[in-house]
C-alpha cells in the first residue's frame, strides 16, 4: 500500500503543478485560519462597540464549521484528481498494473485521510479562539479526515468530467450548512441534518469537555462509515 502511495502521490504532486489552483486550496485552508484567528476577534469587537450582539459565543461553532473546509478541500482536490486520470484513461491503465483497480481505489481513500488529518491539526493550531486540546481533538480530526475520502468519492461517483465535478463542487459545498441548521434552529425538524456525515465532526467539536462528547464521535463514526461504503460502492460499480 506504501509504494502504491507513493507511485500516485508522483502523479498528484505533477497534477498540482499543472494547475496551481488545487495546490492554492490546501493553502486556503491555513489562511482561513488566519483570518478566524486576527479577523474574528476583531470583529467581535466592533459589533460590540455599535451593537449588543457578540460574536464570542458562537466562536465555536464558526471555527468548527471553517474546520469541515479541511476535509471539503481536500477531497475536493482529489475528486478532481480521479476525474482527470479518467479522462485520460489511466483507470483502465492501473487495473492492468501492479497497482490494480483494488489498490488504486484505496489508495485514493488513503491519502486524503491522511492529508485532512495533518491540516485539521494544522488549522486547530493556526485558529487560536475555540476550546479545544491534544486528546480530544485526535477523535475529532480522525472524524474529520473521513470526510475527506467521502467527497472524493462522491465526485468520483456522479460526475462523468471535470465541469461536471466543478459544478457538484457546488451542491457538496450546501452540506456546510448541515450543523448550522441545527445551530439555529431548535425545532425538531432541524434534527433531518444529522443523515449528513459532516454533521458529526462539528458537533463532537462543540461537545468538547461536555458529557455526550463521545456519543457524538461514535455515532459520527457510524454514520461516516456507512456514506464511505455506499459511496465506495458505487464508485466500483461505475468503474467496473
Given at each position: ?45 466592533i459589533?460590540?462597540?455599535?451593537t ?27 475528486g ?28 485514493r ?6 492529508v ?95 458529557e ?29
Amino acid at each position: 500500500m506504501i509504494e502504491k502511495l507513493k507511485l500516485l502521490s508522483i502523479g498528484d504532486i505533477k497534477n498540482m503543478q499543472r494547475e496551481p489552483l488545487l495546490l492554492f486550496a490546501l493553502f486556503g485552508i491555513l489562511l482561513l485560519a488566519t483570518v478566524i484567528r486576527y479577523g474574528l476577534p476583531e470583529l467581535d469587537d466592533i459589533f460590540n462597540h455599535f451593537t449588543a450582539f457578540s460574536l464570542q459565543p458562537h466562536f465555536q461553532i464558526i471555527t468548527g464549521i471553517s474546520l469541515l473546509m479541511a476535509p471539503l478541500m481536500v477531497g475536493m482536490l482529489y475528486g478532481l484528481i480521479i476525474l482527470d486520470e479518467r479522462d485520460e484513461g489511466l483507470l483502465v491503465y492501473f487495473s492492468v498494473t501492479p497497482i490494480t483497480k483494488t489498490g488504486y481505489l484505496l489508495a485514493r481513500i488513503t491519502a486524503p485521510v491522511i492529508v485532512t488529518f495533518f491540516m485539521s491539526y494544522l488549522f486547530i493550531l493556526v485558529q487560536g479562539i475555540a476550546i479545544w486540546d491534544w486528546a480530544t481533538f485526535l477523535p475529532i480530526s480522525i472524524l474529520l479526515s473521513l470526510q475527506a475520502p467521502i467527497v472524493t468519492i462522491l465526485l468520483a461517483s456522479l460526475a462523468s468530467n471535470k465541469v461536471e465535478g466543478l459544478a457538484l463542487i457546488k451542491v457538496i459545498n450546501l452540506m456546510l450548512f448541515a450543523p448550522l441548521i441545527d445551530y439555529i434552529f431548535s425545532h425538531p425538524t432541524a434534527k433531518f441534518v444529522m443523515i449528513f456525515p459532516l454533521y458529526w465532526p462539528v458537533q463532537a467539536f462543540m461537545q468538547i469537555g461536555k458529557e455526550p462528547f463521545w456519543l457524538y464521535v461514535i455515532t459520527g463514526l457510524f454514520v461516516t462509515v456507512f456514506w464511505l461504503w455506499l459511496f465506495g460502492q458505487m464508485f466500483r460499480r461505475r468503474n467496473e
